[in-house]
């Protein structure tokens, strides 16, 4: 139902745009997210968007370089990766909350996930 792309090879200092789309489901409730998994670590919120007040979240680690956005009419987020770091490997995952109030941009705390999309930064 998410699926997420726009994942690849880059060289430190580029920039990627992934995309995630929904199908058969509505990326307008509670919030919807950005998260990533590197090799060996957790799971962890890189950007969500909580539609109670508006406010979108980022990691301290990708503030200034990443951007959040969205398209409701086609149902789509975005995320503009720009100056991309090595530290910014990882599979990069779309997820959406439906039943809860938002509490956080943590994965545990969404119900809905794409299939990632792996973004490989080299040096």
């Known amino acids: 139902q998410l699926q997420a792309s726009g994942g690849g090879l880059v060289q430190s200092g580029d920039s990627l745009r992934l995309s995630c789309a929904a199908s058969g489901l509505s990326l307008g409730h509670s919030a919807v997210g950005w998260f990533r998994q590197a090799p060996g670590k957790e799971r962890e919120g890189v950007s969500c968007?909580?539609?109670?007040?508006?406010?979108?979240e980022y990691a301290d680690s990708v503030k200034g370089r990443f951007t959040f956005s969205r398209d409701g009419a086609k149902n789509m987020i975005y995320l503009q990766m720009n100056n991309l770091k090595p530290e910014d490997t990882a599979i990069y995952y779309c997820?959406?909350?439906?039943?809860?109030?938002?509490?956080?941009?943590?994965?545990?705390?969404?119900?809905?996930w794409g299939k990632g999309t792996l973004v490989t930064v080299s040096s």
């Open positions: 997820a959406t909350l439906v039943y809860s109030d938002y509490v956080g941009c943590y994965y545990y705390a969404m119900d809905y």
């Open positions: 968007l909580n539609f109670s007040d508006g406010d979108i």
